[in-house]
């Protein structure tokens, strides 16, 4: 056994996902002529009651591309400090749209509406004009932390009042509607653009969607054929997508349920000093002086348990598809045996 606990990104397509994507039929998505690619397309904007969908190739173009068709030059966004789209996109923002950013220290990650009201810019030629309000759900830096409804819904009535478009980077969506409940459709009805991952919990191989107005995907098609992300017979990968949301979403419960059977076996840990809170499938944990993340990590390799570090001191482990439950007690073992 391998417990590949570094990411989410790491799952593999299981027979019954390369079978669907095997028998897909395909044709050139850049002529709209990919059916397979259409009917995700289409699937996803339903789901979520919204006009319409695009696939891409990474939720990295998702956000760009929905960042670059709601600002113009020297426009404004504001996001927590935390947020995929500043940390994690190569500095994106600025060389895409040539927008800057206003960062916010949110609860984990999570902004509230008091937040951004303070945060937006007066009309004053000094200052760039705010625009696009990047909400993360769940927070990937935040240990997977996720939004209550209500405090949303305030943040899109200061957006409204403002004339802010409200974005959600949902690359893991899905693991917050497993906890809240909460249907797709609530998500459509409040946001401008969302952006969720079928290659991270879902366990499809590769691909994102951008879901929106007809005519913010109009606009994001043509944006992606400029970032390069017109891909052709891309059903093969629409089809895993297709495949996932329709089987792999009630699933990520069982992931959550082993991140917190891991992070009580961490409790223990003599090597731990504090396992963040954990409310999805992301577990990070603080260590004790005297250890370090080099040490720990490969004492948890040579056990064949892989994880990552990202701060000093921290360690990030994620459950998904490809963490079964017979790799959940060896796991546990190899954490306690470690002193
Ligand atoms: C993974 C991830 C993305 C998209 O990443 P890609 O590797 O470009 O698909 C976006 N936002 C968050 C929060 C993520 O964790």
Do not use: W
């Amino acid at each position: 056994m391998k417990a590949d606990l570094r990411s989410d990104t790491f799952t593999k397509p299981t027979p019954e996902m390369l079978s669907a994507m095997m028998a897909a039929e395909v044709g050139d998505d850049v002529f709209g002529e990919d059916p397979t690619v259409n009917t995700l397309e289409k699937k996803a904007a339903g789901m979520f009651g919204m006009e319409a969908a695009i696939f891409c190739p990474s939720g990295t173009m998702t956000n760009q591309i929905a960042i670059r068709v709601n600002t113009q030059l020297q426009d404004e966004v504001i996001c927590d400090f935390r947020s995929h789209i500043y940390q994690y996109e190569g500095g994106g923002i600025a060389s895409n749209s040539g927008v800057s950013v206003k960062l916010l220290d949110g609860d984990r990650g999570r902004l509230n509406a008091d937040d951004i009201l303070r945060n937006i810019n007066p009309d004053d030629i000094h200052k760039p004009i705010t625009r696009l309000v990047g909400i993360e759900n769940t927070v990937n830096k935040g240990g997977g932390s996720f939004y209550d409804m209500a405090e949303l819904k305030k943040i899109r009535d200061v957006c409204d009042r403002h004339n802010l478009v409200m974005h959600l980077d949902g690359a893991r969506l899905f693991n917050a509607l497993v906890e809240t409940g909460e249907k797709p459709a609530e998500y459509g009805e409040l946001f401008d653009t969302i952006s969720v991952c079928l290659s991270k919990g879902l366990g499809a191989p590769v691909g994102s969607l951008l879901i929106g107005s007809k005519e913010m995907i109009k606009k994001a098609r043509r944006v992606r054929k400029v970032f390069g992300g017109g891909m052709r017979q891309a059903g093969f990968l629409a089809a895993a997508g297709i495949y996932a949301l329709a089987n792999n979403i009630d699933r990520l419960k069982d992931d959550h349920r082993r991140a917190r059977t891991i992070g009580s076996a961490l409790q223990e840990a003599a090597f731990v000093c504090e396992v963040k809170s954990i409310d999805t499938n992301i577990i990070i944990f603080l260590l004790k002086d005297g250890y370090t993340t080099d040490q720990i990590l490969s004492s948890l390799a040579s056990k064949n348990v892989l994880a990552l570090s990202f701060n000093p001191n921290e360690i990030r482990m994620i459950t998904h598809l490809d963490f079964t439950d017979e790799m959940l007690n060896p796991t546990v073992e190899a954490i306690k045996s470690i002193h």
